[in-house]
């Protein structure tokens, strides 16, 4: 609205966090919680999904690919003004997954931000909802490295069931992503190491075990044995 001011809340410090999480009775998972984990929910919209996510006791593997599955489909699908734009999700996941392709560059400048379909106004809104960042005037990046593996997860899982790609196929992809590096030789590639991860759990609700299985397989066979 025109009238409305907008706050800028800066992220929790742990301390605050702990009591954030204490305050919704989630705190018996800090013991065990990954650190990647607890430093990601130290931004208050995924503290705020992670407390919205089913209780359990302790802390759950499973419960780390609920909350940014769930944080995905709120901030591309749901929060604020993105239930009217569905295909923002669509061209995020294919602007991750260009990091595939044979130039990719990160972050993401005006030249890689057309080719998806990404307009301004769908990158402010993304801005709004926590997902994107922009390091300089004229580039955009994700604001978490966890969620840029999630989303080229997104793009490899969209790819499967769009191309027909198979097990095989999607670990060559995945391989891939080890050794790429931007147009300044800056390595990207290890900061993808979790996509495979993402990937798999993402195929178990898409397509089931048997893939998954395949995708396993040929991503073990790739590991050298000594």
Known sequence: RPTASVVAIENFTSAELRR???????HDSLETMPDDV???????????????????SGWHDVTEYE??????????????DQYDHPYDRHRLADLAGSLIGPRPAYPWR?????????????IRRLEVVGLLRRPAIDSVAFSTD????WAVAEHLVSRVARDGLDAAEVDRLIDSLDDIADADGKPIGRRLGYVFHDTVWLLL???????????ILAHVSDEPHE
């Open 146 to 149: 966890r969620m840029l593996n």
């Open 67 to 80: 909350l940014f599955k769930a944080y995905w489909d709120e901030a591309t699908g749901t929060v604020r």
């Open 205 to 215: 609700q898409e397509v089931g075990s048997v893939f998954v299985a395949d995708l």
């Open 110 to 122: 005006g030249r890689n931000l057309q080719a998806s379909g990404l307009q301004e106004d769908a």
């Open 20 to 26: 954030y999480l204490r305050h919704h009775d989630r």
């Open 38 to 56: 607890f430093e990601l929910l130290l931004k208050p919209v995924h503290a705020r999904v992670y407390v919205g996510l089913p209780a359990r």
